[in-house]
């Protein structure tokens, strides 16, 4: 039962990031998931994913992707 959080961000606002891996990087805010209180920040939080192949001509591959942080971990730039 999680409820909508209330952010102090919002989609196109610039941010830096004030904790984790990423630490002071800036990046623009893509999408909000008000839910899980999280943001997503144009290229920060670079995760992989590997892919099998799921075919014999297939190729696996590794993707790269953008996940959320949640909004406490950035200020307005």
Not at 3 to 14: E, L, S
Request: proline fraction near 3%; charge should be positive.
């Amino acid at each position: 039962m999680s409820k909508n959080q209330k952010m102090h961000v919002k989609i196109g606002d610039t941010v830096k990031i004030i904790s984790g891996f990423d630490k002071n990087k800036t990046g623009e805010v893509i999408k909000l998931y008000r839910n899980s209180g999280k943001i997503l920040v144009k290229g920060i939080n670079f995760k992989f994913k590997h892919v099998k192949p799921n075919t014999e001509n297939d190729v696996g591959e590794i993707k790269q992707f953008e996940a959320p942080i949640h909004h406490s971990n950035v200020k307005l730039n």
